[in-house]
């Protein structure tokens, strides 16, 4: 009952004027920028960011426009995963095994059709679990102290180990980057200047922000150089309606992919990605009877894109109730909140309601409105393909240093964020996963806080950490994952293609 | 080969940045300090690259040729743009700016002088104007 | 196309562009630097002040927020030292925080690099424990600290040697505590006053120093209780709460907000700020937004504020040395 009733409180704040034009100009710009090559949810949000600043919206609005952008890049992603074989970011890739197929078939319109419904029931699925189980999840959240914490973070990079499919040496290399990236400046526990090489620029750490647009933003513009002009032919997309007939065929593929998704993006870490992979290869394992997976079956595109879209959803929850990501975005969205003083965490739901039901409720609205901005309209989204790329990447460069000059006025920022995009532009080169190194970057100083905390409430006795049994809970799941993630690793989806082809 | 080197990099680094934590500290405050976290990180940052010398995937293709020299004059670009924003000015240097990348992108001199021209003052208006972030509009030499 | 053709065309253009974006900018702004993100305190303090300025008609031309974060504010105190120590179209938000860090060493000088203008409003520290906690009084937390110093785990929002720590010491060291025993004390610290209390109710730490402002919401739903209040005045959202004053103590533990303009600005200039800002404070509209957001509007300008900075940063310098935060 309670939830109800703040649910509808929520509604009343989701719908002003303000945050309805919000979470509408979200879902548009979202699709948009999903559906464009390469970029994906947390470019998506990356780009959007100083746009938040500047527009001066509190922190709910905020909220409402990233997340509406960040629901619709998941939903415009597979637009470009269907029609180019260009996934916008990793929990995508899983769409295109059997979405380029199709599409290669002459069946793109069913793809698509059929995979906006997956996202719609994914998203849903998802919104739906996070109304129930958020405020249950705050609730309990309160116990946790700083060991549990400290534990919640081990399992967050377990959790990105055997997500990509990439080789695990070098997801875990590039997880110990961002880490160490994070221990720069000033060490939040007694203040001494670390890493720093006595710059008072680098006191404060590297901005998470102008870390994020550099290895995402201005590595796809170095990306970008390496493909020839005019070389990408897109297929003919004829209407998109869905019919009932593809619809029923995979909707066992479309709740199971949800459910998994779920459960995996409620994990703190890479839960979306993993959720991708995860309810692709559980719908394999289940539905996968004539070998037709890999070849354009709709269930292969069905089931990743609803777990996608369930598993973004889920990882709101970590990061609302715990303020822990639960994935690459969520993680960029949490470095938002914290800079607008908004302490995600238990006590979020009991302090601002409004911006924890306000954003629950305009999730509700955008996942309506991206289904018609999706499947009706989606002729819009993939006109947007064939703008030409000297008119568009020039404008998201620009938004990109400005946005950044904006935040710190300074010459130093933008070199900072040009030398983040040569490290994100090698990195992808040599297939290192980029995620890990934001979550380093972001979590790597929580992390050490909560362990040095831990240790400082008992006195150096390091067996702290495993007197509570939410550690030794957390712990234990921790191990079981990687126990699971060695087993999963089959190493199949090393076949996944590169995001950056 | 790439891996090698990266390997060998960061191995390096790892080595460093450990080593370097050493000489972290601080008299008081908490009993873990300042030096014990990086020492710890800098463990597995040393074994993985070491994992990366001794078992390296395939090369990735390097571009090369046109490729890797309109990388370079991006690269150039982007750092040149950083420099010259506040003393060129906004208008001047953001006209250049997003004339060369389009010409680097394969737009012809006059695709790229004409998004220049739309998008200069377009982005100041949206920023300065509309958004109220103040840029550096004179030229300051 | 000739190359000349083009090349026109791209001057035409960029002097158009130039020419527009010229009419759009405002002459002779006042400049007011946040050293922060857009959406930290400082950032706070010279919006709301700058829109309050030119709203009340107390100066003419518009002021514009520009944000240069980095080193907790050292970025901008050098930029300031450097380039614009002698503008007078210049504000530079600053707080208690700034102090600290200057006294510690973290910023390129000490308080005689620039000139102090004024503190507008506070924040005032309090110490905090769970309603249902035996430490009833001050005098209890003070007792359990004389016990056994380790006992006693205490969270806040500041890191050990940050604000929030060094005027929990300098209150214990009011109190006739020696160094050696509050050195033991255990602090525990957080990002901000919300965590720390949350974990204080998680049952974590027994006790939190912070910033009423942020946590006033859980002393008004009775998960917490007040022990102290830092000030002078009571709080007046709190006015039950005893405060350092009401018991005796000799210190407050403000987190002040106020302002500095670059240390080569004439007299004229820098008085001129002082009056402006005075005639600010004394306006109706400054009190709601400072109360608004958890500050006392509390008033301390000109020679008496750039004194009441020196002072501070002496205490902070001695107690920081004391507990070894400097060598």
Redesign the interface.
């Known amino acids: 009952m309670d939830t109800l009733a703040y649910l509808a409180q929520g509604f009343s704040v989701a719908m002003s004027p303000t945050n309805l034009a919000l979470a509408l100009f979200g879902c548009v710009a979202g699709t948009m920028i999903g559906s464009l090559p390469g970029l994906g949810p947390v470019n998506g949000v990356a780009i959007l960011i100083p746009l938040a600043f500047s527009l001066r919206l509190d922190p709910t609005s905020a909220l409402i426009l990233l997340s509406a952008v960040y629901y619709g890049a998941m939903y415009g992603g597979r637009i470009s995963s269907v029609i180019l074989n260009i996934p916008g970011d990793e929990p995508a890739i899983m769409t295109t095994l059997d979405g380029y197929p199709m599409a290669l078939k002459g069946k793109a319109a069913e793809a698509l059709a059929v995979s906006g419904v997956a996202s719609f029931i994914g998203s849903t699925v998802a919104t739906l679990g996070l109304t129930l189980f958020a405020p249950l999840l705050a609730q309990a959240a309160i116990y946790f102290g700083p060991a549990d914490y400290f534990a919640l973070y081990v399992l967050a990079f377990a959790t990105i180990g055997g997500v990509s499919g990439m080789n695990p040496l070098k997801t875990l290399l590039a997880a110990c980057i961002g880490l160490m990236l994070a221990t720069v400046g000033l060490d939040p526990g007694t203040g001494t200047a670390r890493y720093t090489g006595g710059m008072f620029e680098l006191y404060d750490g590297f901005d998470p922000i102008v870390a994020i647009v550099g290895l995402f933003a201005i590595s796809e513009m170095l990306m970008l150089m390496e493909t020839r002009m005019g070389e990408v032919t897109i297929p003919k997309v004829g209407r998109v309606v869905p019919r009932m007939k593809d619809i029923l065929f995979s909707l066992g593929a479309m709740i199971r992919g949800s459910c998994v998704g779920f459960i995996a993006g409620i994990l703190p870490g890479a839960g979306a990605s993993l959720g991708a992979v995860m309810s692709y290869s559980v719908e394999k394992r289940v539905s996968d009877k004539n070998k037709t997976f890999g070849t354009g079956d709709p269930r292969g595109v069905a089931a990743p894109e609803a777990g996608n879209n369930a598993a973004s959803g889920a990882a709101l929850i970590p990061m609302l109730t715990l303020g822990v990501p639960g994935s690459g975005t969520t993680a960029v969205m949490l470095a938002m909140l914290i800079s607008f003083n908004v302490q995600p965490g238990p006590l979020l739901f009991d302090n601002q309601p409004e911006i924890v039901w306000g954003l629950i409720a305009s999730l509700y609205i955008a996942n309506v409105v991206l289904l018609i901005l999706n499947i009706p309209m989606i002729g819009l989204f993939t006109r947007i393909l064939m703008l030409p790329q000297w008119a568009l990447m020039p404008f998201v460069l620009m938004v990109s240093f400005l946005g950044i000059f904006a935040i710190s006025n300074s010459t130093f920022g933008l070199l900072v964020m040009i030398a983040f995009g040569v490290l994100g532009y090698i990195l992808r080169k040599m297939e290192f996963s980029l995620i890990p190194v934001v979550l380093g970057v972001l979590l790597g100083g929580d992390m050490e806080d909560n362990l040095r905390r831990a240790l400082s409430i008992s006195g150096g006795d390091p067996m702290i950490l495993v007197q509570s049994w939410i550690s030794v809970a957390l712990f234990a799941l921790t191990a079981i994952l990687l126990v699971v993630a060695f087993v999963f690793s089959d190493r199949s989806h090393r076949k996944a293609p590169d995001i950056m082809e | 080969m790439s891996d090698r080197i990266v390997g060998l990099l960061f191995l390096g680094l790892s080595i460093w940045y450990g080593y370097t934590a050493g000489s972290y500290e601080a008299s008081f405050g908490d009993p873990l300090g300042p030096a014990a976290f990086p020492q710890i990180i800098s463990v597995p940052a040393a074994l993985v690259s070491l994992g990366l010398i001794l078992r390296p995937d395939p090369d990735p293709t390097w571009s090369r040729g046109v490729v890797a020299l309109r990388q370079i004059g991006a690269l150039v670009l982007f750092v040149a743009y950083a420099v010259l924003l506040i003393p060129l000015g906004f208008g001047l240097s953001t006209f250049l700016g997003v004339m060369l990348f389009a010409m680097l992108i394969g737009a012809s001199w006059l695709k790229g002088a004409l998004a220049g021209i739309i998008m200069a003052p377009a982005l100041f208006i949206l920023f300065d104007v509309l958004l109220g972030l103040p840029l550096p509009l004179a030229p300051s030499l | 196309?000739t190359?000349a053709r083009?090349a026109s065309?791209?001057l035409v253009?960029?002097a158009?562009?130039?020419g527009?974006?010229?009419i759009?900018?405002p002459a002779h702004a006042t400049d007011c630097i946040a050293p922060s993100?857009?959406?930290?305190?400082w950032d706070f303090t010279c919006r709301t002040v700058g829109r309050l300025l030119t709203e009340t008609g107390i100066i003419d031309s518009p002021v514009?927020?520009?944000?240069?974060?980095?080193?907790?504010g050292?970025?901008a105190y050098?930029r300031v030292a450097s380039s614009r120590a002698s503008d007078e179209d210049l504000l530079v938000a600053t707080s208690s925080v700034a102090i600290t860090q200057i006294a510690?060493g973290?910023?390129?000088g000490g308080t005689d690099m620039m000139r102090w203008l004024a503190m507008l409003g506070a924040d005032v520290g309090v110490i905090v424990v769970p309603a249902d906690s035996d430490l009833k009084t001050l005098d209890d937390f003070l007792d359990a600290i004389r016990e056994n110093p380790?006992s006693m785990?205490v969270g806040g929002s500041s890191?050990?040697?940050?604000w929030d720590h060094l005027r929990l010491l300098m209150l214990t060291e009011e109190a006739g505590i020696e160094p050696d025993a509050y050195?033991g004390i255990?602090?525990?610290?957080?990002?901000?006053g919300?965590?720390a209390?949350?974990?204080m109710?998680?049952?974590?730490?027994r006790a939190v120093v912070t910033d009423i402002g942020e946590i006033g919401?859980f002393v008004q739903s009775g998960d917490i209780r007040i022990l102290v209040a830092m000030s002078d005045e009571p709080i007046p959202a709190f006015s039950d709460a005893p405060t350092t004053a009401s018991l005796g103590y000799e210190m407050t533990g403000y987190n002040w907000r106020g302002f500095y303009v670059g240390g080569d600005v004439s007299d004229e200039a820098y008085e001129k700020w002082v009056a402006d800002l005075k005639a600010l404070y004394d306006t109706p509209e400054w009190k709601e937004a400072a109360e608004a957001n958890g500050l006392i509007p509390i008033w301390r300008g000109g020679e008496e504020f750039n004194a009441y900075v020196d002072e501070q940063a002496e205490q902070t310098e001695a107690i920081s040395r004391e507990?070894?935060?400097i060598?």
Request: aromatic share 4%.
């Open positions: 196309m190359i083009l065309i791209a253009g960029a158009a562009a130039m527009g974006l010229a759009a900018t993100d857009p959406g930290g305190g514009q927020t520009t944000n240069v974060s980095g080193g907790t050292a970025v050098a510690q973290k910023y390129p380790s785990t890191a050990a040697g940050g050195k255990r602090w525990v610290n957080f990002n901000s919300s965590p209390v949350t974990q109710l998680g049952g974590q730490v919401g507990i070894g935060v060598k």
